[in-house]
């Protein structure tokens, strides 16, 4: 869940032709997924698949992908029916009540907040071990921390448009750097059957990488600005969703092949130390650089892993200060942006001051938010609205009971990790 939330520079052109416009509507919702989608939590990855084995981290990493697809169909029904692109929280509130509408604004607000403070986490492990490894700079965590945040904090607070135009051009570079590792480095894949099995025996790894697997689909919070932007072509945007979530899931299983199969090869201590979660991110992109024989391939890893927290951070931090913003309403217009950015980058900055290294575990944790926001909600919402037989839909109630129940088990599994 990474890129900017709110899709509203993205206006369709006048064309000479629906079909024209159908098009443009199509490839405009397809970016916004795909880049919601694509960011940080892809660095994460390879480092709870390495426990797994490939072949189950990539199956388990394809189901929890058709998972989130069909949510995003439930929260369309929804919008359709409402007959306008609705936050979930607003959805519940119109259709469950007030304290079904406060539980979905709380969740939201803690999602992004959670995801912040691990995109912080993230960064700061990145840069100090930059530091540490190519300079003579001597960086404390703390002050690296507060520096990331102070540079994000002023591209928050400027213009919209500038930060959407840098956030794209951001997103840009980080797939043609990508693209550009991964053709060179497939000369160096190779997967060995000890990888493809589980390495680590429990459940366990299994129930620490559901909720981040989980979270790695999360675009669902650009759903109703979508459906706008598409003027309720249900259609369009049932194929933006699939497409715009389906090429990330390729880029996903690419990056951790590619990943593992280098550190594995080159370096078996860090790889044995991924397998018992010893590993930060840092330490991970390290050993994945050195393998690289190329000096710009080394250099290419640590920008795209870079970019890809920057990119997911600005997404984030903006629909936060966003929504700050609109809920100030009684402080002094001209003191809106500067508290509003004080609360949106402030409180994640703290947490992360007091809860240090914890990237992964904090998307996990995540994984409980997004599960109320995409799943739990939507779900219940749709069962009542399906009961009132006057709900247009193809999809099945026993289908979403049990998308339902995967819901409540992604909450449990994150749970457990959080107590044992």
């Not at 060179?184 to 129930?207: A, R």
């Not at 880029?251 to 979660?277: M, R």
């Amino acid at each position: 869940m990474t890129q900017n939330l709110n899709v509203s520079y993205l206006r369709p052109v006048a064309e000479s032709t629906p079909v024209n416009k159908n098009k443009q509507q199509f490839w405009g919702a397809l970016f916004v997924v795909a880049g919601t989608t694509i960011g940080a939590g892809m660095l994460a990855l390879p480092m709870s698949v390495a426990s797994l084995g490939l072949l189950g981290g990539s199956i388990l990493l394809s189901a929890l992908w058709g998972v989130m697809y069909l949510a995003a169909l439930i929260s369309l029904d929804l919008n359709i029916h409402a007959k306008i692109g609705s936050s979930i929280a607003k959805l519940a509130d119109q259709y469950l009540g007030k304290w079904a509408g406060l539980i979905g604004a709380a969740t939201l607000v803690l999602l992004l907040n959670a995801l912040l403070v691990a995109y912080t986490s993230g960064a700061t492990s990145l840069i100090k071990t930059i530091a540490d490894t190519y300079t003579t700079i001597n960086l404390s965590q703390p002050m690296t921390m507060t520096v990331f945040t102070i540079c994000m904090a002023s591209l928050v607070c400027i213009d919209m448009r500038i930060l959407d135009a840098g956030n794209r051009m951001f997103f840009a570079v980080m797939m043609f750097v990508f693209i550009a590792m991964m053709t060179v480095l497939s000369g160096k894949v190779i997967i060995s059957k000890t990888m493809l099995g589980v390495q680590e025996s429990g459940v366990s790894p299994w129930l620490i990488a559901v909720p981040l697997f989980f979270t790695s689909f999360g675009f669902h919070g650009s759903i109703p600005s979508l459906i706008n932007y598409c003027e309720n072509r249900q259609q369009i945007v049932k194929s933006a969703f699939f497409w715009g979530s389906f090429v990330p899931l390729i880029i996903y299983l690419v990056w951790i092949a590619g990943g593992l199969s280098i550190v594995y090869a080159h370096d078996q201590e860090v790889f044995n130390k991924l397998i018992n979660s010893q590993a930060d991110l840092g330490t991970f992109i390290l050993s994945l650089s050195a393998a690289i024989d190329t000096p710009w391939l080394q250099s290419f890893s640590w920008i795209f892993s870079l970019l890809a927290i920057i990119t997911s951070f600005l997404g984030v931090a903006i629909g936060l200060f966003d929504y700050y913003r609109e809920q100030l309403t009684k402080v002094k217009k001209e003191h809106q942006r500067i508290v509003s950015c004080i609360l949106a980058l402030g409180v994640p900055l703290l947490v992360t001051l007091i809860a240090k290294e914890t990237f992964v575990h904090v998307l996990g944790f995540a994984g409980i938010f997004l599960s109320i926001l995409a799943l739990g909600l939507p779900c219940i919402i749709w069962l009542k609205l399906y009961s009132s037989h006057t709900f247009i839909t193809k999809l099945s109630p026993n289908l979403v009971k049990i998308l339902l129940a995967i819901g409540v088990s992604v909450i449990c599994c994150e749970i457990y990790n959080i107590c044992f």
